[in-house]
């Protein structure tokens, strides 16, 4: 019976006040870990809703972001439809949208409801993330390495940033431009790093209310190793620390090995919390 009730459209803007509802006052929420709010998506293709009577009863978010990669930025639904029931509905929507691309699409949950709808649908786990704090704990104060200085990013780095991303980072944790000028905007703190005058490395930041976080951290791969990861880390440190900010927290995956070794060695340690990421390949 429910079945029949329910229909699937694109979502439209002026869906934005019961989508709302469905992130602000329902149980069953899974927001990803993103710069942009799951409302800011509303008008990106693959962003669906199921309608029961006029009302919107479910959401799904799927936008592709950057090429090749689709996360699952959003998906709600309300406590009087079965879950099952709507996400399948949307998740089947998605997939034939999407059919004949070559994508991957991701989710990071920390939710178990959620996790056992993916693993339903083909979903698979791939890793964890995990998070580590750094507490005003003491660390080695390094020389910037020969040749090498920093300065606050500008919007006018974004481009080159955005190169030095896609270089550094595995295609499913590459962010597009709009993103990274996104996470600009909202920075508590930035900086690109140079050598021969040519930006080579970047740190992104956000402050909250309990410190900072270090949200977005890459350096081209052909001058990996070189402590340039370390010395933007170390002045992203100096800095919150003038600023009266005693607690810096960071994301990486739980088998980036040198990405924790790099933490690690400056002070952060693991906090225990950690969120499962899974993958999908159409």
Known sequence: MINTQLAVRIARQSDQSQIANLLYFEPYVHRHLDWRGPLEWLGAP???VVEQSGVVVSALACPIDPEGVAWLRLF???????LDVSWKMLWETVKTNLRGRELAVGAITTSE????????VGFTGKQQIVVLEQRALPFRQRLTPEGVSFRPMTEMDLPVVARVDAAGFDPLWRNSQAALHSGFV???FATVALADGEVVGYQISTRNAFGAHLARLAVIPQLQGRGIGYAL?????????????????????????????LYQ??????????????????
């Open 46 to 48: 693959e962003y669906w």
């Open 76 to 82: 709600a639904n309300v406590s009087t439809v079965p």
């Open 113 to 120: 409801w959620f996790s056992a709808l993916l693993t339903e």
């Open 186 to 188: 909202q920075a508590g």
């Open 233 to 261: 880390v170390q002045e992203l440190l100096n800095d919150t620390r003038r600023a009266g900010l005693f607690r810096l927290t960071v994301n990486t995956q739980n088998d980036n090995h040198s990405s924790l070794a």
């Open 265 to 282: 060695k400056i002070g952060f340690e693991l906090t225990g919390e950690q969120y499962t990421v899974f993958t999908h390949k159409l």
